[in-house]
Protein backbone atom coordinates (compact mmCIF):
# COMPACT_ATOMS: atom_id res chain seq x y z
CA UNK A 1 0.00 0.00 0.00
CA UNK A 2 1.14 3.65 -0.78
CA UNK A 3 1.81 5.74 2.12
CA UNK A 4 2.95 9.03 2.73
CA UNK A 5 5.31 10.04 4.98
CA UNK A 6 6.54 13.27 6.88
CA UNK A 7 9.30 13.39 9.24
CA UNK A 8 9.08 16.64 11.05
CA UNK A 9 5.93 16.67 13.23
CA UNK A 10 6.86 20.55 14.04
CA UNK A 11 8.88 22.86 12.63
CA UNK A 12 9.28 26.73 13.63
CA UNK A 13 10.34 29.40 11.26
CA UNK A 14 11.09 33.75 11.97
CA UNK A 15 8.79 35.57 10.18
CA UNK A 16 10.03 36.40 7.01
CA UNK A 17 12.23 34.08 6.77
CA UNK A 18 12.02 30.62 4.48
CA UNK A 19 10.96 26.93 6.05
CA UNK A 20 10.88 23.65 3.93
CA UNK A 21 8.72 20.84 5.33
CA UNK A 22 9.67 17.37 3.84
CA UNK A 23 7.39 14.75 2.61
CA UNK A 24 8.26 11.11 0.94
CA UNK A 25 5.90 8.81 -0.39
CA UNK A 26 5.94 5.07 -1.37
CA UNK A 27 4.83 4.61 -4.45
CA UNK A 28 5.14 1.98 -8.08
CA UNK A 29 2.94 3.87 -9.89
CA UNK A 30 4.09 6.49 -12.68
CA UNK A 31 0.75 8.62 -12.87
CA UNK A 32 0.16 10.59 -10.11
CA UNK A 33 -0.98 13.39 -8.18
CA UNK A 34 0.97 15.07 -5.41
CA UNK A 35 -0.58 17.93 -3.37
CA UNK A 36 0.12 19.82 0.51
CA UNK A 37 -2.69 21.50 2.05
CA UNK A 38 -2.69 23.57 5.07
CA UNK A 39 -4.96 23.48 8.19
CA UNK A 40 -5.24 26.58 10.27
CA UNK A 41 -6.58 26.98 13.49
CA UNK A 42 -10.22 26.87 11.71
CA UNK A 43 -9.85 23.34 11.14
CA UNK A 44 -10.54 24.11 7.28
CA UNK A 45 -8.79 22.04 4.73
CA UNK A 46 -7.12 24.34 2.03
CA UNK A 47 -4.95 23.42 -0.95
CA UNK A 48 -1.95 25.22 -0.98
CA UNK A 49 0.00 24.01 -3.97
CA UNK A 50 -0.38 20.58 -6.21
CA UNK A 51 1.82 18.79 -8.42
CA UNK A 52 1.34 16.10 -11.07
CA UNK A 53 4.20 13.77 -11.58
CA UNK A 54 4.47 13.80 -15.06
CA UNK A 55 5.68 17.36 -14.87
CA UNK A 56 9.10 17.90 -14.55
CA UNK A 57 8.33 21.73 -13.38
CA UNK A 58 8.64 22.30 -10.06
CA UNK A 59 5.09 23.66 -8.86
CA UNK A 60 4.88 27.06 -7.77
CA UNK A 61 2.15 29.15 -5.71
CA UNK A 62 3.27 32.52 -5.17
CA UNK A 63 5.29 32.43 -2.00
CA UNK A 64 4.90 28.87 -2.17
CA UNK A 65 6.81 26.32 -4.09
CA UNK A 66 7.77 22.74 -3.94
CA UNK A 67 11.11 20.45 -4.97
CA UNK A 68 9.77 17.42 -6.73
CA UNK A 69 12.07 14.36 -7.41
CA UNK A 70 10.32 11.78 -8.68
CA UNK A 71 13.23 9.14 -8.77
CA UNK A 72 13.33 9.79 -4.61
CA UNK A 73 10.22 10.23 -4.16
CA UNK A 74 10.44 13.80 -2.41
CA UNK A 75 7.60 16.14 -2.51
CA UNK A 76 9.25 19.04 -0.02
CA UNK A 77 7.26 22.61 0.38
CA UNK A 78 9.04 25.42 0.57
CA UNK A 79 7.40 28.62 1.82
CA UNK A 80 9.19 31.60 1.64
CA UNK A 81 8.86 35.28 3.22
CA UNK A 82 7.02 33.26 5.88
CA UNK A 83 3.92 35.56 7.25
CA UNK A 84 1.99 35.02 10.83
CA UNK A 85 -0.86 33.87 8.71
CA UNK A 86 1.19 30.46 7.97
CA UNK A 87 0.98 29.04 10.89
CA UNK A 88 -0.84 25.64 10.20
CA UNK A 89 -0.73 21.92 10.18
CA UNK A 90 0.31 21.01 6.55
CA UNK A 91 -0.46 17.95 5.80
CA UNK A 92 1.44 15.96 2.56
CA UNK A 93 -1.41 13.68 0.09
CA UNK A 94 -0.69 11.55 -2.49
CA UNK A 95 -3.72 10.84 -5.18
CA UNK A 96 -3.39 7.12 -6.22
CA UNK A 97 -4.90 4.72 -8.80
CA UNK A 98 -6.58 1.63 -7.59
CA UNK A 99 -9.41 -0.41 -8.44
CA UNK A 100 -11.74 2.11 -9.02
CA UNK A 101 -9.72 4.57 -10.61
CA UNK A 102 -7.92 7.25 -7.82
CA UNK A 103 -7.80 7.29 -3.75
CA UNK A 104 -5.93 9.68 -1.71
CA UNK A 105 -3.39 8.78 1.28
CA UNK A 106 -2.13 11.95 3.89
CA UNK A 107 0.72 12.39 5.54
CA UNK A 108 0.55 12.38 9.52
CA UNK A 109 1.11 16.25 9.04
CA UNK A 110 3.62 18.77 10.24
CA UNK A 111 2.85 21.80 12.26
CA UNK A 112 4.35 25.14 11.47
CA UNK A 113 4.97 27.85 14.08
CA UNK A 114 5.56 31.35 13.08
CA UNK A 115 7.34 33.37 15.46
CA UNK A 116 7.14 37.21 15.12
CA UNK B 1 -20.89 28.90 -4.15
CA UNK B 2 -21.77 26.48 -1.42
CA UNK B 3 -18.58 23.93 -1.84
CA UNK B 4 -18.66 20.88 0.40
CA UNK B 5 -21.36 21.50 3.45
CA UNK B 6 -20.73 19.75 6.52
CA UNK B 7 -23.14 19.32 9.13
CA UNK B 8 -23.61 19.32 12.21
CA UNK B 9 -19.84 20.94 13.38
CA UNK B 10 -20.09 20.06 16.96
CA UNK B 11 -21.96 16.82 18.40
CA UNK B 12 -21.37 14.70 21.50
CA UNK B 13 -23.29 11.27 21.98
CA UNK B 14 -23.45 8.31 24.45
CA UNK B 15 -22.22 6.01 23.94
CA UNK B 16 -24.62 3.25 21.96
CA UNK B 17 -26.47 5.79 20.40
CA UNK B 18 -26.82 6.24 16.57
CA UNK B 19 -26.04 9.54 14.20
CA UNK B 20 -25.66 10.14 10.99
CA UNK B 21 -23.44 13.09 9.40
CA UNK B 22 -24.77 14.83 6.67
CA UNK B 23 -22.55 15.61 3.59
CA UNK B 24 -23.11 17.60 0.57
CA UNK B 25 -21.99 18.87 -2.28
CA UNK B 26 -22.82 21.21 -5.41
CA UNK B 27 -19.91 20.59 -7.88
CA UNK B 28 -21.14 17.92 -9.95
CA UNK B 29 -18.21 15.10 -8.45
CA UNK B 30 -18.37 12.03 -9.14
CA UNK B 31 -15.86 11.07 -6.21
CA UNK B 32 -16.86 11.64 -2.55
CA UNK B 33 -14.92 10.62 0.75
CA UNK B 34 -15.36 10.73 4.56
CA UNK B 35 -12.09 10.75 6.59
CA UNK B 36 -11.58 11.17 10.63
CA UNK B 37 -8.46 12.81 11.77
CA UNK B 38 -6.94 12.17 15.07
CA UNK B 39 -3.71 13.94 16.75
CA UNK B 40 -0.88 12.88 14.72
CA UNK B 41 -2.41 10.48 12.69
CA UNK B 42 -3.37 12.46 9.55
CA UNK B 43 -6.39 12.03 7.73
CA UNK B 44 -7.82 8.32 7.52
CA UNK B 45 -10.09 7.13 4.82
CA UNK B 46 -13.06 5.63 6.25
CA UNK B 47 -15.59 5.34 3.42
CA UNK B 48 -15.50 6.22 -0.32
CA UNK B 49 -17.53 6.50 -3.57
CA UNK B 50 -17.15 6.97 -7.06
CA UNK B 51 -20.77 7.62 -7.44
CA UNK B 52 -23.89 7.04 -6.96
CA UNK B 53 -25.03 3.38 -6.05
CA UNK B 54 -21.29 2.62 -5.76
CA UNK B 55 -19.48 2.88 -2.43
CA UNK B 56 -16.47 0.84 -0.81
CA UNK B 57 -14.24 0.50 2.42
CA UNK B 58 -11.35 3.00 3.24
CA UNK B 59 -8.61 2.24 5.76
CA UNK B 60 -10.82 2.08 8.81
CA UNK B 61 -14.61 0.98 8.06
CA UNK B 62 -15.53 -0.19 11.10
CA UNK B 63 -18.89 0.84 12.65
CA UNK B 64 -19.48 3.15 10.07
CA UNK B 65 -22.11 2.80 7.17
CA UNK B 66 -22.34 5.20 3.77
CA UNK B 67 -24.63 5.02 0.84
CA UNK B 68 -25.16 7.03 -2.03
CA UNK B 69 -28.46 7.53 -3.51
CA UNK B 70 -27.15 11.16 -5.14
CA UNK B 71 -24.28 12.16 -6.84
CA UNK B 72 -24.97 15.60 -4.02
CA UNK B 73 -25.26 13.39 -0.85
CA UNK B 74 -23.15 11.28 0.74
CA UNK B 75 -24.07 10.74 4.14
CA UNK B 76 -22.09 8.76 7.20
CA UNK B 77 -23.82 6.97 9.80
CA UNK B 78 -22.54 5.77 13.17
CA UNK B 79 -24.65 2.56 14.07
CA UNK B 80 -23.64 2.33 18.09
CA UNK B 81 -21.39 5.41 19.25
CA UNK B 82 -17.96 4.09 20.93
CA UNK B 83 -15.27 6.69 23.09
CA UNK B 84 -12.79 5.69 20.24
CA UNK B 85 -15.24 7.45 17.12
CA UNK B 86 -14.48 10.46 19.05
CA UNK B 87 -13.06 12.42 16.37
CA UNK B 88 -13.01 14.96 13.82
CA UNK B 89 -14.69 13.90 10.48
CA UNK B 90 -14.18 15.73 7.20
CA UNK B 91 -15.95 14.99 4.23
CA UNK B 92 -14.13 15.89 0.49
CA UNK B 93 -15.29 15.73 -2.87
CA UNK B 94 -13.60 15.98 -6.12
CA UNK B 95 -13.75 14.90 -9.96
CA UNK B 96 -13.37 11.11 -10.55
CA UNK B 97 -14.68 8.82 -13.35
CA UNK B 98 -11.32 6.86 -13.69
CA UNK B 99 -8.73 10.11 -14.52
CA UNK B 100 -6.46 11.49 -11.82
CA UNK B 101 -7.72 15.30 -11.75
CA UNK B 102 -7.39 17.98 -9.86
CA UNK B 103 -7.69 17.77 -5.65
CA UNK B 104 -10.08 17.51 -3.16
CA UNK B 105 -12.63 20.34 -1.92
CA UNK B 106 -13.04 19.72 2.03
CA UNK B 107 -16.09 20.45 4.22
CA UNK B 108 -15.25 22.39 7.18
CA UNK B 109 -15.09 19.20 9.41
CA UNK B 110 -17.67 17.78 12.36
CA UNK B 111 -16.27 17.64 15.97
CA UNK B 112 -17.85 14.60 17.12
CA UNK B 113 -16.92 13.51 21.25
CA UNK B 114 -18.47 10.45 22.13
CA UNK B 115 -18.83 9.99 26.13
Known amino acids: AQTVTQSQPEMSVQEAETVTLSCTYDTSESDYYLFWYKQPPSRQMILVIRQEAYKQQNATENRFSVNFQKAAKSFSLKISDSQLGDAAMYFC?????????????FGPGTRLSVLP | NAGVTQTPKFQVLKTGQSMTLQCAQD?????MSWYRQDPGMGLRLIHYSVGAGITDQGEVPNGYNVSRSTTEDFPLRLLSAAPSQTSVYFC??????????????FGDGTRLSIL
Open chain 2, 92 to 105: ASSYGGGAIRGPQH
Open chain 2, 27 to 31: MNHEY
Open chain 1, 93 to 105: AYRRRDNYGQNFV
